[in-house]
């Protein structure tokens, strides 16, 4: 055993089993706010609820013990915001939402769940960083399992591209069906991609006039025959598109010249 204290945190190293004598417990402080300068492997409890410090998808933070599993990163990170608009698709109103700015401090900040896929951090200042959202998979039976309920119809949010900052940008945190009017040659591409093990991006992009100019498509697309699809040129077509790594997409020539 070990002990290691700076200014304001005081831990113990452990390196072999602790066994506690008869009527003797081990306490944790109900503490309000999160220890400053963690350490992967801490537990701490925060107003009630126990709290392990661990790194997800490379980025460190204080993970909610018991049933909640699922979670979604977001990161603001590419500038400033007082609002952050969140689309998880955890299908969940049971959240913990860890929020760290972008010298890796966790700070509190309000925060609105709008429905189980979506939730609004309200800052009193525009500020860059991260967001881990944590939610319950169903509920806890008896022995401490989760349960699920069936699922219900799937409710999307609809991003108008060419009214955004980058139009040309599918960017996967704001929606999951995506209209697009071609008005000359034009570059695609998709950012904020989830590589979570076992978590696929999916989503539908409806292109008007697309076969009036050039529309090239981001890579590592693999089409039906492996062809390109041509798209109509006075009209409107629907495509699908999902990858299961984040890398590799599956294209999907899903309607065309719909009227």
Same mark, same amino acid.
């Given at each position: 055993?070990?002990?290691?204290?700076?200014?304001?945190?005081?831990?113990?190293?452990?390196?072999?089993?602790?066994?506690?004598?008869?009527?003797?417990?081990?306490?944790?402080?109900?503490?309000?706010?999160?220890?400053?300068?963690?350490?992967?492997?801490?537990?701490?409890?925060?107003?009630?609820?126990?709290?392990?410090?661990?790194?997800?998808?490379?980025?460190?933070?204080?993970?909610?013990?018991?049933?909640?599993?699922?979670?979604?990163?977001?990161?603001?990170?590419?500038?400033?915001?007082?609002?952050?608009?969140?689309?998880?698709?955890?299908?969940?109103?049971?959240? &913990?939402?860890?929020?760290?700015?972008?010298?890796?401090?966790?700070?509190?900040?309000?925060?609105?769940?709008?429905?189980?896929?979506?939730?609004?951090?309200?800052?009193?200042?525009?500020?860059?960083?991260?967001?881990?959202?944590?939610? &319950?998979?169903?509920?806890?039976?008896?022995?401490?399992?989760?349960?699920?309920?069936?699922?219900?119809?799937?409710?999307?949010?609809?991003?108008?591209?060419?009214?955004?900052?980058?139009?040309?940008?599918?960017?996967?945190?704001?929606?999951?069906?995506?209209?697009?009017?071609?008005?000359?040659?034009?570059?695609?591409?998709?950012?904020?991609?989830? =590589?979570?093990?076992?978590?696929?991006?999916?989503?539908?992009?409806?292109?008007?006039?697309?076969?009036?100019?050039?529309?090239?498509?981001?890579?590592?697309?693999?089409?039906?025959?492996?062809?390109?699809?041509?798209? =109509?040129?006075?009209?409107?077509?629907?495509?699908?598109?999902?990858?299961?790594?984040?890398?590799?997409?599956?294209?999907?020539?899903?309607?065309?010249?719909?009227?």
């Amino acid at each position: 055993m070990s002990l290691n204290t700076t200014a304001d945190t005081k831990y113990i190293k452990l390196f072999s089993p602790v066994e506690f004598s008869e009527n003797t417990h081990m306490v944790r402080y109900n503490l309000t706010e999160f220890p400053t300068n963690p350490k992967i492997g801490m537990d701490c409890m925060v107003k009630g609820m126990v709290y392990s410090y661990t790194q997800l998808d490379g980025y460190e933070f204080w993970m909610p013990s018991g049933v909640r599993r699922n979670y979604y990163i977001h990161n603001q990170d590419k500038f400033e915001s007082d609002t952050w608009e969140i689309i998880h698709n955890l299908n969940s109103y049971d959240l &913990t939402i860890n929020i760290f700015d972008e010298d890796n401090v966790s700070i509190s900040a309000q925060y609105k769940i709008i429905d189980e896929n979506n939730v609004v951090i309200e800052f009193a200042v525009p500020i860059k960083g991260r967001a881990a959202i944590f939610a &319950t998979v169903g509920n806890a039976n008896d022995e401490g399992f989760p349960t699920y309920t069936p699922l219900r119809a799937i409710r999307e949010v609809k991003v108008n591209m060419d009214s955004t900052e980058n139009p040309n940008v599918i960017d996967l945190n704001k929606g999951n069906l995506y209209l697009k009017t071609i008005t000359e040659n034009t570059t695609l591409s998709v950012i904020n991609i989830t =590589t979570i093990q076992n978590t696929v991006n999916t989503f539908i992009l409806e292109l008007t006039n697309g076969g009036n100019f050039t529309v090239s498509w981001w890579e590592n697309i693999k089409w039906d025959e492996g062809k390109t699809p041509k798209l =109509t040129k006075d009209g409107t077509d629907i495509l699908g598109f999902y990858t299961h790594d984040g890398v590799n997409w599956r294209g999907v020539y899903m309607s065309k010249d719909i009227k």
